[in-house]
């Protein structure tokens, strides 16, 4: 079979490969529905430091600690153990997946995004970090008294769950179904 007689043959079942890509795009979309339905809950901090230093990924590694968790869980907000597994190392995992913190050091900047399912307890859990390591940063670095942490942007929780994920679902099960349909209409025999 030649380019042009396949490009006639895809013409021709054009409503084949259009089934497919929708129908496993929808698939996929649903899937990433099901298992990844969370909230996003951001905050941005600047940290202001009189020496300098790379105190923002110092900070960083502190928030990923067990006892900055510990203290997230013990402050005055709705965070509890319960809300993330009980074993240590699964605990940890699922710590660094729900809190991802980007920096740019040579301004300072630290934001801190939350994912929850739960946008409350996002939310919640967002002020919780804010708060413990604005009271607690001393911990993490032997700089003393010479950093201060200000609040550029308040925490705030998206009204809709995060959809970076459905978004790439459904154009890899739309890219996913398109190969399938061609695949099909071109092995099909007359």
């Known amino acids: 079979m030649n380019l042009k007689d396949a490009g006639q ?13 929708f129908l496993t795009a929808v698939l996929l979309f649903d899937l990433a ?4 339905v969370e909230y996003k809950a951001g905050t941005k901090l600047l940290i202001i430091q009189k020496q300098s230093s790379n105190l923002t990924k110092i900070l960083e590694q502190g928030i990923y600690s067990d006892i900055f968790f510990e203290k997230v869980v013990n402050s005055a907000y ?6 993330f597994s009980r074993e240590t190392g699964e605990r940890r995992k699922e710590w660094r997946k729900r809190v991802k913190i980007s920096t740019k050091e040579d301004l300072g900047l630290m934001e801190i995004n939350v994912f929850y399912p739960e946008r409350n307890k ?3 859990i967002s002020r919780a970090i804010v708060s413990t390591l604005k ?8 700089l003393s ?3 201060e942490i200000r609040t550029l942007d308040y925490t705030w929780a998206d009204s809709s769950p995060a959809t970076d994920q459905l978004y790439s679902a459904t154009a890899l099960g739309a890219l996913l179904g398109f190969l399938i349909g061609l695949g099909l ?3 099909r025999i007359d």
Do not use: M
């Open 122 to 124: 996002a939310e919640q």
């Open 185 to 187: 209409t071109l092995r």
């Open 145 to 147: 008294d010479d950093i």
């Open 78 to 83: 709705d965070v509890a153990a319960s809300d």
């Open 33 to 36: 529905i099901i298992q990844s």
């Open 135 to 142: 009271a607690n940063h001393q911990l993490y670095h032997g």
């Open 9 to 21: 043959r895809i013409w021709r079942r054009k409503g084949l490969v259009f089934l497919t890509t």
